[in-house]
């Protein structure tokens, strides 16, 4: 059945079956492209074919308040409470509630936070035709940056001053560098797998943050030479004037005296 369907056959995605695999296929991709001071945009499509095996941990489903996953406690845990089959979450797919898929997703995307130490926060879930589509946005884009302070109605320009010595203390938490990080994650009924797309620039630094790295360094202290400011050169004694030099001074003298 598989052969009819061709579902073994290249779609141009990296295919893995495990979510270690999915790791470590995303940091070989990101080594090359990505350093503490540079990165280039990372566009990878992974896909989970219908017969992968999700080990899900006890904590999977618990998240933060603002669905954000947290990659530090998703690494910490290692207790496995069941095991899911893909085909499993792709063909039963509920109408309203997907628990399942959801508890998928967010085990696939805590993962994949492990890798480029980013956390993820839901941005949209719906269904289509084919099955639940669940999409993330990194908590430091600018678009989660924007989420969270749209309701100021000025947005101050980078690096602008609302004071003597101080940043906007807005401005200095937006992101100077947009990471443009998404992560969509497909339930796909046609295909039988689940399709994951990651865009992401993986590297994340504030205003502030930069305008520390870029502050000039504060000039040398004055160096202290002990004695030599009260050390005076002796003054050049002025050679004595002329005889009609001299003359020339004293009537100049009585000059100024008469005028004033």
């Known amino acids: 059945m598989d052969a009819l369907l061709n579902l073994d056959s290249p779609r141009g995605n990296y295919v893995c079956s495990s979510i270690r695999e999915i790791q470590d296929k995303l940091h070989h991709s990101l080594i090359s492209k990505s350093s503490d001071t540079r990165a280039e945009h990372?566009?990878?499509?992974?896909?989970?074919?219908?017969?992968?095996?999700?080990?899900?941990?006890?904590?999977?489903?618990?998240?933060?308040?603002?669905?954000s996953i947290n990659p530090t406690s998703q690494s910490q845990?290692?207790?496995?409470?069941r095991s899911v089959n893909v085909s499993e979450?792709?063909?039963?797919?509920?109408?309203?509630?997907?628990?399942?898929?959801?508890?998928?997703?967010?085990?696939?995307?805590?993962?994949?936070?492990?890798i480029d130490s980013s956390s993820w926060v839901v941005r949209q879930v719906s269904r289509s035709a084919q099955g639940w589509n669940f999409t993330y946005i990194c908590k430091d884009s600018l678009q989660a940056w924007n989420r969270a302070n749209g309701k100021n109605a000025e947005q101050p320009i980078i690096a602008s001053y609302s004071g003597p010595g101080s940043l906007d203390p807005i401005n200095s938490s937006r992101p100077a560098f947009d990471c443009r990080g998404t992560l969509t994650i497909a339930f796909s009924k046609s295909?039988?797998?689940?399709?994951?797309?990651?865009?992401?620039?993986?590297?994340?630094?504030?205003?502030?943050?930069?305008?520390?790295?870029?502050?000039?360094?504060?000039p040398p202290p004055p160096v202290n030479k002990g004695n030599a400011s009260n050390q005076r050169t002796p003054k050049v004694?002025?050679?004595?004037?002329?005889?009609?030099?001299e003359g020339s001074r004293r009537k100049r003298a009585r000059k100024k005296g008469r005028s004033g």
């Not at 845990?77 to 409470?81: E, F, G, M, P």
């Not at 004694?237 to 030099?245: D, F, H, N």
């Open 77 to 81: 845990q290692q207790a496995v409470a």
């Open 191 to 218: 295909a039988r797998s689940v399709i994951v797309k990651y865009n992401h620039t993986p590297i994340h630094k504030t205003v502030q943050q930069l305008f520390e790295l870029l502050a000039p360094d504060l």
């Open 89 to 114: 979450t792709v063909q039963n797919q509920p109408a309203d509630d997907p628990v399942l898929q959801r508890t998928v997703a967010k085990h696939i995307v805590g993962a994949m936070g492990v």
């Open 237 to 245: 004694k002025r050679p004595p004037p002329t005889e009609g030099e």
């Open 42 to 67: 990372t566009s990878i499509t992974f896909e989970f074919r219908h017969n992968t095996v999700f080990h899900l941990n006890a904590d999977t489903e618990n998240s933060n308040p603002d669905g």
